[in-house]
């Protein structure tokens, strides 16, 4: 990899990273019924990112304000609960001019209002939207249909524009018709799941789905497409098992999963510290399950909190392979340079520098998680102003765990800070090799 590529890359996994914060953070203040100010999640990201970030996050608020309103809770505040793109773009000016949004964006409204609004006909719609005259009849067509296959009640709109389904794609032969979905889950910075039913064989199951400004993105869904391979490769209790994939009769990919009934381990860390045994015995559960991936080839590139499951039995699974890499062991023509990234704040500096993605890279993921489920923060914080920029182009020191819990084992923060080690020669050697150090700390510690 030459060096010119090789920045590409850096740029590409600092701007997905940095991104995924943002919106991971945005719908997170949104769940916890303190709904956040858009303008000031757009700002702290890197300017020239800041335009895709601000449609990306007005999809996300015009959801969860149009869903608000229909429970009766529409918050009090600008936007209120129905909002419309033209109320965004007088208010948050990094979105642009509503002539110039790509009509698959200006569809997503009619989409929220044809849920839980007030139901448009096409030629009430596309009135509002004049530069998109052409364009919209097919996406808000393409919405209807969507709708019509998830069990929705649509009205039919006054008139329809047809077009020509989906291309049969023999890598996603699920069929759309098969599933019914029942609740959104959560979203990440490229997807959002869904509780489902999988109505031939009624049981339930997670629908995972690129957000729809992404459906159109080549790399998005060729990474999307990427990861259920991945996961195809992998049978273990502790990683999430996936069905297959399907495709949309609009054309978008969908991946279906193994349902866990529980959550996620950032949400119980929101919820409070957890002690220090089920600390280690979260992260040992993780390992055995990164190793096993690891013995098949993958690596996961993204291991923080929120892509670790608790069910309600307190079984462990791993879960978004979104990051994934086949180890340069088993590198093929598939392997066709993957999204380059991870999250910033857990992520081994020799990603954040382009280096090449192998074991210590999970290694390092490891001892970042045991240090956030021991401390309750991540390895690395980042500022979002101009004097804190230069930080984020590499890694910096972190902070003893003893210095922010008192009663931290020695042990254990020798073991975290030894993963988290800038040289990666000197973590240990492979997840197996961790998970046995948990294993002999439990042990001794009686």
């Known amino acids: 990899m030459n060096d010119q590529s090789g920045a590409s890359r850096n740029q590409i996994a600092s701007f997905a990273s940095s991104l995924e914060s943002v919106i991971l953070d945005f719908e997170r203040a949104w769940r916890a019924e303190s709904p956040p100010i858009l303008s000031d999640a757009v700002g702290r990201a890197e300017p020239q990112a800041r335009a895709a970030l601000a449609r990306e996050l007005a999809v996300i608020d ?3 304000r149009y869903q608000a309103s229909a429970q009766g809770n529409a918050p009090c505040d600008e936007l209120g609960g129905r909002p419309t793109w033209r109320d965004y773009v007088l208010r948050v000016p990094e979105i642009g001019q509503a002539a110039h949004l790509a009509p698959e964006l200006i569809a997503e409204e009619y989409r929220m209002r044809q849920l839980w609004g007030d139901r448009p006909s096409h030629d009430a719609f596309i009135s509002r939207y004049p530069a998109q005259l052409t364009q919209l009849p097919m996406w808000l067509s393409r919405i209807d249909d969507e709708l019509r296959a998830d069990a929705a009640n649509v009205v039919e709109p006054s008139t329809k524009t047809p077009f020509a389904p989906a291309a ?36 339930p199951v997670a ?6 400004a992404r459906q159109r993105d080549p790399r998005a869904v060729e990474q999307f497409l990427h990861e259920a391979r991945l996961l195809a490769r992998l049978k273990h209790p502790g990683i999430v098992g996936v069905h297959g994939l399907g495709r949309y009769p609009g054309g978008g990919y969908f991946l279906v999963l193994d349902l866990v009934e529980g959550e996620d381990l950032q949400r119980r860390i929101d919820r409070g510290r957890l002690t220090i045994a089920e600390a280690v015995r979260i992260t040992i559960a993780v390992a055995e399950a990164i190793q096993h991936a690891h013995q098949h080839g993958v690596l996961h590139g993204d291991l923080k909190p929120s892509n ?7 079984a462990v699974i791993v879960t978004d392979f979104g990051f994934g890499h086949l180890l340069p062991t088993e590198a093929d023509a598939a392997n066709t340079a993957p999204l380059f990234g991870g999250t910033l704040a857990f992520l081994a500096p020799e990603v954040a520098r382009s280096g090449p993605p192998g074991i210590p890279v ?7 998680l045991l240090y956030c489920l021991l401390t309750g923060r991540p390895p690395h914080q980042f500022a979002h102003d101009e004097e804190a920029r230069a930080d984020r182009e590499g890694i910096g020191d972190v902070l003893a765990p003893a210095t922010i819990r008192s009663e931290m084992p020695s042990e254990l923060e020798t073991l975290a800070m030894t993963c988290l080690a800038t040289n ?10 961790f998970a046995d150090a948990l294993r002999r700390w439990v042990s001794a510690s009686g």
């Open 207 to 212: 629908v995972k789905a690129l957000h729809k």
């Open 424 to 433: 990666p020669a000197t973590r240990c050697s492979s997840a197996a090799e």
């Open 168 to 203: 049969v794609d023999p890598r996603a032969p699920l069929p759309w018709s098969d599933y019914r979905l029942q609740e959104h889950l959560g979203s990440g910075g490229f997807g959002k799941v869904y509780r489902a039913v999988q109505k031939s064989l009624d049981r």
């Open 308 to 314: 670790v499951l608790c069910d309600t039995n307190g």
């Open 362 to 368: 999970d290694v390092y993921g490891l001892g970042a």
């Open 62 to 64: 015009m959801e969860f």
